[in-house]
């Protein structure tokens, strides 16, 4: 993988764009492919964004989201697209199967494929150029970057500012999380200025709940949590039928780990969800413990130090079983 400063010059010269991140995108892997598409736009090149599947509710207010071509939905008309393509973009995931079924079409296309991202471990010799950086808060950063050191930052109008914005505040938990270095304050002051009302984002993604959705999260966190203080962990399991039953639909999960670490003196928290196809892990750690190696080495999973995903083909109450029989191994480092 080439540095990406090799590649900018490709930019001046239109080309057919395909622009796509990690299957059920977060504000992330949206807000970058989103913000990258309007400023790619203004070059005069032909762009898509292409989603490996669908993605949450809360994310339908971003500027051009209505033409963002679900794969999953439109498998057909994607695979044309992406064999058309001259350059594919790679945003918000580094391991081409975190694109599901696009995993194929993406190894299969033989053009330039550029990848920005923020997470452990790449996959380099799936990309011809690229950046990679896990000490970025997040891909939005990296895309306001790759802009601005393009020569563009002139090119970052109201719709890149939404875009970029919406990862760079949920990556960073609204600003909390350690990764929110002086330059994300730095890039959000300049967005500021070009007139972006942040109140307005902050309310779209977490003020458009349905109440069914406050009702699951109640309901879980008193019938589906364990603590297990011995070890400094509390742990979710929701099952298929809990997510019926409320009627629960993509996205509407998410956040519901972060709770596990309001709790004092928790360093560790896990949940799994039984998906249709998969029981989907998610780890959350505060400190020194990486979750990025015990996602990779127990539950087939990777991400970031302090969050990370994983999946299974056993039972909710198998993987449970697994998860808790691995404690005592690191009882130690969740000391
Ligand atoms: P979440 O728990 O919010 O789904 O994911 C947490 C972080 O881990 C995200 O940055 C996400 O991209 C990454 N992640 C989630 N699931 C997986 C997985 O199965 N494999 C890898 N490599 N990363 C994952
Ligand atoms: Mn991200």
């Known amino acids: 993988m080439q540095s990406v400063n090799n590649f900018f010059p490709l930019l001046s010269s239109p080309s057919n764009i395909v622009v796509t991140c990690h299957q059920k995108p977060d504000g992330d892997a949206m807000g970058s492919t989103l913000g990258l598409y309007h400023f790619l736009v203004q070059l005069g090149h032909n762009v898509t964004v292409i989603s490996p599947t669908n993605w949450a509710d809360f994310l339908n207010w971003m500027p051009g989201v209505d033409k963002v071509l679900n794969y999953d ?4 008309k994607a695979q044309g697209i992406i064999s058309e393509a001259n350059i594919i973009f790679c945003l918000d995931f580094n391991i081409l199967h975190r694109t599901k079924n696009m995993e194929q079409p993406l190894t299969d296309a033989k053009c330039i494929k550029v990848l920005i991202d923020h997470h452990q471990q790449p996959q380099v010799e799936a990309f011809d150029y690229g950046i990679s950086l896990t000490t970025k808060s997040s891909t939005c950063e990296m895309v306001y970057d790759f802009i601005v050191e393009s020569g563009n930052k002139d090119k970052i109008n109201l719709d890149v500012a939404k875009c970029l914005y919406t990862g760079v505040m949920t990556d960073t938990g609204s600003f909390r999380f350690p990764s929110t270095t002086a330059s994300v304050h730095y890039m959000v002051a300049h967005l500021k200025e070009l007139g972006l009302e942040h ?22 966190l008193l019938n589906r949590m364990e603590v297990l203080y011995e070890y400094n962990t509390a742990v979710m399991y929701i099952y298929s039928q809990d997510l019926k039953r409320f009627n629960i639909k993509t996205g509407d999960t998410e956040g519901l780990v972060n709770y596990l670490l309001t709790i004092l003196g928790i360093k560790f928290g896990a949940i799994v969800i039984d998906r249709d196809e998969e029981r989907k892990w998610s780890f959350r750690s505060k400190g020194d413990f990486d979750v ?13 130090f302090n969050a990370a995903g994983g999946r299974s083909d056993a ?7 697994k998860f808790k029989q691995l404690l005592p191994t690191y009882k130690q480092e969740l000391h």
Do not use: C, P
């Open 315 to 321: 039972t909710v109450d198998e993987t449970m079983n």
């Open 292 to 304: 990025n190696t015990f996602a990779r080495k127990h539950f087939e999973g990777g991400g970031h």
């Open 73 to 76: 939905a439109n498998k057909q």
């Open 199 to 220: 109140s307005e984002i902050h309310s779209n993604i977490f003020d458009t709940s349905l109440e069914n959705r406050l009702r699951f999260t109640g309901f879980t």
